[in-house]
T-cell receptor, first 115, second 112 residues
Framework: EAGVTQSPTHLIKTRGQQATLRCSPISGHTSVYWYQQALGLGLQFLLWYDEGEERNRGNFPPRFSGRQFPNYSSELNVNALELEDSALYLC??????????????FGEGSRLTVL | QKEVEQDPGPLSVPEGAIVSLNCTYSNSAFQYFMWYRQYSRKGPELLMYTYSSGNKEDGRFTAQVDKSSKYISLFIRDSQPSDSATYLCAMSRGGSNYKLTFGKGTLLTVNP
């Protein structure tokens, strides 16, 4: 069974540009989470989508946004890129209705570099 | 005070050693506790998953949760070079809140 897949693997942008990252969850998983892993900061929670709705949002500015599609795949958009947005962006999925405690399965991540 | 504290290491041990990794937390609402392993340039993979206080064993790995002390541990017995990775503790309140709060991770190197 395929795991969580993310694209692109690497992305290089310049300040002020926009970046779009994509995620396909494990088949049967309805929840998608986005985390940012910046050097020295650990994993920081960005967004949680379930059944097409945004359920929770971390302490990030509004220029970080996303959506979940009817097939449960998800997209993360980062507008007006800043140098400190350079990080590994990780997507995870879970079976919301059967996993009470947030057992997440992560993808390999998309590494965003902002120059 | 951060919600989850984890010693970043790095930790270097010889092959065969017993490794102890720890996290402390401040939010008493956390009910579910996890350990993830992350190899370099890879996404985290779930290693151990426990609910509330107690121990859980899976092969060479044992996870312990002490909610009264707000302290969780991961023990690795007979450590192998393939165990070299960053270990992340994570926890959640469960219920309708599935957000995981992570520690910063401990970098472990097991030397042959």
């Amino acid at each position: 069974e395929a795991g969580v897949t993310q694209s692109p693997t690497h992305l290089i942008k310049t300040r002020g540009q926009q970046a779009t990252l994509r995620c396909s969850p494990i088949s049967g998983h309805t929840s998608v989470y986005w985390y940012q892993q910046a050097l020295g900061l650990g994993l920081q929670f960005l967004l949680w989508y379930d059944e097409g709705e945004e359920r929770n949002r971390g302490n990030f500015p509004p220029r970080f946004s996303g959506r979940q599609f009817p097939n449960y795949s998800s997209e993360l958009n980062v507008n007006a890129l800043e140098l400190e947005d350079s990080a590994l962006y990780l997507c995870a999925s879970s079976q919301t209705r059967t996993s009470a405690g947030g057992e997440l399965f992560f993808g390999e991540g998309s590494r965003l570099t902002v120059l | 005070q951060k919600e989850v504290e984890q010693d970043p290491g790095p930790l270097s041990v010889p092959e065969g050693a017993i490794v102890s990794l720890n996290c402390t937390y401040s939010n008493s609402a956390f009910q579910y506790f996890m350990w993830y392993r992350q190899y370099s340039r890879k996404g985290p993979e779930l290693l151990m998953y426990t609910y509330s206080s107690g121990n859980k064993e899976d092969g060479r790995f044992t996870a312990q949760v002490d909610k009264s002390s707000k302290y969780i541990s991961l023990f690795i017995r007979d450590s192998q070079p393939s165990d070299s990775a960053t270990y992340l503790c994570a926890m959640s309140r469960g219920g309708s809140n599935y957000k995981l709060t992570f520690g910063k991770g401990t970098l472990l190197t097991v030397n042959p």
